[in-house]
């Protein structure tokens, strides 16, 4: 039943230690996102794809990267996190022609 | 850029009472979507009612409806008959018609009182 799966639920990582969170769906939607979202604030829109186009917002830092190997699994890759980017990411489906967006449970990602 | 402004970080209300949450945003398209989601501490996000901006008929969902004004830029989400289950954060969020970007807003935070 799941529709979009993130794993794991919760990730702890090292100060500079890359990391990698993955997303998997099972909709068959062509569009996948990464947001981040930190407490109490908007999630925030890092990335997305279009099928095998990638769109980065201007303001994603460069420590931040993204694969999309095929329609169903995406990765967001941490190269080197540091404290600030302890947050819950999301990731997020949809299809090419309905608005509707469909999103993961999230990873949580502390940074020690 | 687009921008969605939500400029009220609590609310809470009397569980059957009505609550309206703000929402408005700033851009310079004119064909639009906007929704209201829902993410109860599970941390789901769910949609709950979305507004085509080429509609001017205001988007209804069983207990939740919008007042969407497209001159002013307001899109806020009435909640009828409010129910311990709607405690939760409501972001509204936005998407221009030709892209696939979803920009939301800081959210609110509502409180159902029994």
């Known amino acids: 039943d799941a529709m979009v799966i993130q794993n794991p639920r919760y990730q702890v990582t090292q100060f500079g230690k890359p990391v990698t969170l993955s997303c998997s769906q099972t909709l068959n939607h062509n569009v996948m996102y990464w947001y981040q979202q930190k407490s109490s604030q908007a999630p925030k829109l890092l990335f997305h794809?279009?099928?095998?186009?990638?769109?980065n917002e201007a303001d994603t830092p460069d420590n931040f990267q993204s694969r999309r190997p095929n329609t169903s699994f995406c990765f967001l890759d941490i190269r080197s996190p540091g404290l600030g980017d302890a947050a819950m990411y999301l990731c997020?489906?949809?299809?090419?022609?309905?608005?509707?967006?469909?999103f993961g449970s999230g990873t949580q990602l502390s940074v020690l | 850029a687009q921008t969605v402004t939500q400029s009220q970080p609590e609310m809470s209300v009397q569980e059957a009472e009505t609550v309206t949450l703000s929402c408005t945003y700033d851009?310079?398209?004119?064909?639009?979507?906007l929704f209201w989601y829902k993410q109860p501490p599970s941390r789901q996000m769910i949609l709950v009612i979305r507004?085509?901006?080429?509609?001017?008929q205001n988007a209804t969902e069983n207990r939740f409806s919008v007042n969407f004004q497209k001159a002013a830029k307001s899109f806020s989400l009435k909640i009828s008959d409010s129910q311990l289950g709607d405690a939760a954060m409501y972001f509204c969020a936005y998407r221009w018609d030709t892209g696939n970007q979803f920009y939301f807003g800081t959210g609110t935070s509502l409180t159902v009182i029994p």
């Open positions: 794809y279009y099928d095998k186009d990638f769109n």
């Open positions: 997020a489906t949809k299809t090419g022609n309905n608005e509707k967006l469909f």
């Open positions: 507004q085509e901006a080429y509609k001017q």
């Open positions: 851009t310079s398209e004119s064909d639009y979507y």
